[in-house]
């Protein structure tokens, strides 16, 4: 197992990993709301609407591969990943549920 | 207290326990409201990860998926998140077997969205676990290979449509007293999607008592079919709940590091507490003659599991563990070729220089 | 043609068949919960299960009101007998490898789109509803076959192999859905053009040749099924016949 950030390459044989963006409804801004596997964009977005939204009508759905998302968590302690501090491959979150989206 | 609250079959055995996820999720954004600890905790929690670590666990903060965490922790998590990831998706293979066979429509669509949501579960369970630095892939190729582990009560064969409802009711019900807890795991993204998981778990326990309720209340061939399927799965369900304290091997570090909270027998006496007034309520008898209520103790008397039998399906010879991976095993390999396919498009999509078209 | 000028056997043949096709087309797609080539296909597949049994409970409810004996939904799909049940050959066929899952759901759903879309502007209010709700599931069915249909065909040599496969197969089905019926709400015969337009752009993105027209076999819609579907249901049966009047 790899556990010394194996995981910093994506899957080497796998779909790589997508982060999934939903608004619920106008007005409101889009909120992470998890990850999933998907061979390429247009699965992500099916995928995402079948795992996170139970295809819930009217939202709106981004999905963004990991490898591309650059950050910056000064608050988080990462001596662990030093030389690619800048990167959150591994960081699929479940956040709460955008507001008035219930049934999410 | 847990599960006595619960006024009846309509409104199901779980309210008692989401209230508790919904106050797990209050608790950790008020975590997230109080602000980390550093500033008066000294200039040593800002520059020692070690410090700062265990002054976040103190604090009852989370810990998020780049902070600096010890090996151990991180190990304990992964083994327990993806032994739960994969809990959920062998955990499919017991109820799908009665899906084809659903001797009502509405059962049949219920039981369907049910096994789906498992499904879900493992997808989310699996993301929260790769935050901490393995693949998805590594990891069921850690079960496929059986060098991980899944819950013991999935090798236990669904023999009749009874089984559905136990396992709704006493297999749902022991995991959501194992689960509440964990929605304050100190790990935050084994947390958050454990909240979202208790949530959705919610309705699995009230469908099983519900199968139930009506089997129990119906021919008299389904009462017979409903008693015999508790009475199958009673000890089982106790069983899950893991070695008595005394035995259990990884507990105390994980109470340190908050990623447990009770101990294996608080959670399991909970549950039998629980099921006795929910088995009452069904008018279903717990196969269990020592079952008695200790006034003394404020709690339940009852007859532990037979942990030699735990430990036998654990190590791989219970009654459908060659099947439930073999099963496994078959899928994977069956949809190699759909999941190449799938990224050698993508590949020449890429070397075309073009986005992927739709149709 | 106005609803009540068609003899209500003749209308509830309509509507068992559109309810059956839903019904075994959920029925084999529910054989593949567990069994999908990777996790997020286990719940696509799933759903959409869950979307073509709702649509055939809604159906099947409509069904047993408009004949008037007192079948439910339950009644109908559990007790009648393979000779009464109205669905097109092709959704009973066995879900064979997840090419041909694909190349049935493609064909189906790009049936039922233009069908669906149709019946919204029937007469029959209720019948008119509940392909409103429907037409815009399967939408849903035919891009996510399009999709998959368009990746294994143009994928590996194996997933062409297999997909070129799977659609030959599969294709001579397709022909009995567009049987023409005159007095059916809407008139399958001019569905095809549709069909056509949705599934021939997939299958040559998919680099996959479209079979000739040729062997048709059909007899769904009158009962007269492939040995396949009295095995499908005797499995999805055999629960209910055996509690006769149980309730569950």
Known sequence: ?104 | MYGHDFPGPDDGPADGLLEQVEAAEVALRAAADRGRPGVADGPAADTDPQHYFTALIEADQKIEPRDWMPDAYRKTLIRQIAQHAHSEIIGMQPEGNWISRAPSLGRKAILLAKVQDEAGHGLYLYAAAETLGVTRDELVELLLTGRQKYSSIFNYPTLGWADVGAIGWLVDGAAIVNQVPLCRCSYGPYARAMIRVCKEESFHQRQGYEILHRLASGTPAQRAMAQDAVDRWWYPSLAMFGPPDTDSTHSQQSMAWKIKRFSNDDLRQRFVDMCVQQAGVLDLRLPDPDLRWNEQRQAYDYTQPDYAELMRVISGDGPCNRQRIDHRRRAHADGSWVREAAAAYTAKRQREDRPAVAA | MNPTDVPTQTRLDHLLGLADDALVAAQRLGEWVAAAPELEEDVALANIALDQLGAARLLLTYAGELEGAGRDEDALAYLRDDREFRNALLVELPNGDFAVTMAKLLFVSAYQLPLYTALTGCTDERLAAIAGKARKEVAYHLDHASLWTVRLGDGTEESHRRMQAAVDEIWPYTHELFTPDPAAPVDPAGLRDAFLAAVEPVLATATLDRPADGWAPSGGRSGLHTEHLSYLLAEMQVLHRAHPGARW
């Open chain 1, 1 to 104: 197992m790899s556990e010394d950030g194996g995981a910093m390459n994506g899957n080497r044989n796998g779909w790589p990993l997508w982060e999934v963006f939903v608004r619920p409804r106008r007005g409101l801004s889009h909120n992470h709301v998890g990850s999933l596997h998907a061979p390429d964009a247009e699965l992500a977005l099916h995928n995402a609407r079948d795992v996170y939204t139970r295809r819930q009508e009217g939202v709106s759905i981004w999905v963004v591969p990991a490898q591309t998302i650059t950050a910056s968590s000064p608050d988080e302690k990462d001596a662990f990943f030093e030389p690619a501090a800048d990167k959150v491959y591994r960081h699929p979150t479940f956040y709460e549920v955008p507001d008035g989206a219930a049934h999410l």
